[in-house]
Structures are given as C-alpha cells and as structure tokens.
C-alpha cells in the first residue's frame, strides 16, 4: 500500500496560473513494495515528488536509482536513466543502472593492494584487476531505508553494513547513502561511512544518463562540457599509469561544450570514453564538475561534487540491453559521469588518498541539477 510522509498538497509556495494563485505542491515520499528477492526479502521503491515536475525512484536493492523524470523546455517530462520496469531484470545482473558502487568503485591494479604493511587481496572480476566492489559488491545489497520529507526536498536515506573482510575488504564499514529531490530541481546524493578498521572507501551512483530520454537513442549530440583540465592516462586494463595528464590536444578535452560523438571515434581502444579527469573541488564544497546539453529536449544537467575525479562513461559495449517500456538499448546509449576518487588511488600514493580510518567518518556529495534552455 502506498504511503505518503507529507501531505501532498502542503502549501511551500505559490504559482501565478491565469492570473490566480495557485498551491505549489510540496515534496512527498511515497513507498511501496517492488518485489521480492528468491528468498522471499521485500524489496521497497521510494517515489520522491519535488513539486515542481520532477520525480525520481529509488529501491533499496543495490540503493539503485531506477527512474528519474525531468521536464523538457516545454514542460513535458520523460525519464533520463536506463534501467528495468522490474526487480527480476536487476536481479539477473545488469550493466550497474542506477546503482550504488563499493567499496570501491572502478579498478584497483592487480586485484590488490596494501594497507598498514597488509597485503588484501581482492576478487580478480576485470581481468586480472578489480572494480567496483568486486562480484557481490554494493549494488547487489539490501539496504534498510528511511523516507523523509522536508518543506524543500523528499528524499530517502539507505545504509548497509557491510561486514569485515567482505569481498576483501577490512573492517565493519557503515554505510549511509541519502538521496533528496529538491524544490531546485536537483538530485542530490550525500554519502557517508565510518569504520572500526583501518580501510579504504571509493562510494559512487553509476546511473546512466540520457537527457532525451531512456529510449530516444544514442548521447552523441549531447553537448557535454567537463571542469577539468587533467586527466589520467591508463594501461590497457584501464589501470592508471601513475601520470596526470593535459586533455588538450587530445579527445578528452571537452573544456568547452563539444558533442559527444565529434572525437569518439578517436579511441578505438575503448570503443569510446572510458576515462577518469581530474576536477577542481576542494573536497568540502560542490564545485560544478560538469555540465550537459540536450538540443532537442533542450534539458541542461550540471554535475556538482566534492569528490576529486570524474570517470566519463559511454555505455561503449551496450549492445540490444532491453531495458524500460520495451526499449532496447544500444551502443552509446547513455553516458555515466561517476563521481570519485581516482582508479587505483589506493596503490598510488600521489593520488588523493581513499583510506578511511578506524574511528573517522568520511563524507562526499554529488548533485545532478536540471533545467533547461533554448
């Protein structure tokens, strides 16, 4: 049965409609049941409503965002972000759509790293090196869930424990990831963790983004323009080399708006962008990391975040994905602009640092802002 936490139509404002005033509805939470895993655990989806147009879902299996509907320079809205009607199509494995990543998100060399003289050795799932949490990492995780409202935002807040030596990984690290959909017409994602171990964390959402809509083709006209001046060159496993790097010159510069698809095919090793840049935040405040242009919807996405790195995704090896409403998802079908500290940081000491020590919290934030222009 679906519950609302505010009363829907609470006065936060009002609107000139036809020369009346109108109630600006207020953000609202809705929760319900989405399905049930194979032994029998109840999987719960939060439908936040901002008031003004948007809403997004998000389920507590794997904190996966799972839709997200923005409006158009018309007003007319349409979900931006891949994925599945159904848990059933999550629960078969999918390409991370919408899901938390950790503990650590991207690639650690060689499946290993060392940390206080300790060598921990990962699960080899990416070759002969590790990403993103390993092969039962966070996205594959129930998380307890907590809805809550406000007079400017709704939002749900998920944690998970998850145990020491999972997947690896030392110490009892906690896990608190909050989502909130704001009046501003932003999805904001804060996280937390703490730990009573001496360990490393690399938390990150790996939705996958098309600002037409999830069904309307490929990203390659959109106009993305990136923050960062920087980036870090990778072996063949996509392994930090260790240098950090101009983007000018090369394809990866995206300094000023440019499409997508105008130097793609300039990397024919990674059949697209497959790359981590370097942004500009201090790490305590959201510095504006990204920004993204739809010409025909017309919607903007600006990409703020505390964290030091940004990997660009192009949904490169996606090939006939069935996804949402029948749709089929093709190569370059969505792009991913996961928020991070460095690949491999932990095993380059010249890289921000991912350690969390026993006793400390560590805390970032990531927020996706809409709008749209002509």
Known sequence: MMQNFVPRWLLVGVAMTGGAWAAVPAPVV???????????????????????????RVMTYGAILVDLHVPDREGKTRDVVLGFDQLERYLKGHPLFGSTVGRFANRIGGAQFVLNGQT????????????????????????????????????????????????????NLQVTVTYSLTADNELRIDYEATTDKDTIVNLT????????????????????????????????????????????NTPLDFTQPTPIGARIKELPKTRGYD??????????????????????????????????????????HMNNQPGKGGAVYQQYQGLCLETQHFPDSINKPHFPSPILRAGQTKKSTTIFKFSTRS
Do not use: C
């Open 205 to 248: 959402n790996h939705s996958y983004f098309n600002l037409g809509g999830h069904d309307s083709g490929d990203v390659l006209g959109h106009e993305l323009q990136l923050f960062a001046d920087f980036y870090t060159p990778a072996d063949e496993g996509l392994i930090p080399t260790g240098e950090i790097a101009f983007v000018k």
């Open 120 to 171: 921990y050795k990962l699960a080899a799932n990416s070759g002969k090196n590790h990403i993103h949490g390993g092969r039962s990492g966070f996205d594959k995780k129930v998380w307890k869930a907590e809805p809550f409202s406000t007079a400017t935002a709704a939002g749900v807040r998920l944690r998970y424990t998850s145990p020491d030596g999972e997947e690896g990984y030392p110490g």
């Open 275 to 316: 790359h981590n840049f370097v942004l500009k935040s201090d790490g305590v405040t959201p510095a504006l990391g990204a920004r993204v242009y739809e010409p025909k919807s017309g919607r903007v996405m600006e990409m703020w975040t505390t964290e030091p790195g940004v990997q660009l995704y192009t949904a490169n």
């Open 30 to 56: 809705e929760r319900n049941e989405f399905g049930k895993t194979a032994d029998g655990t109840v999987i719960e989806i939060f439908t936040l409503r901002n008031g003004r147009g948007m809403s997004a």
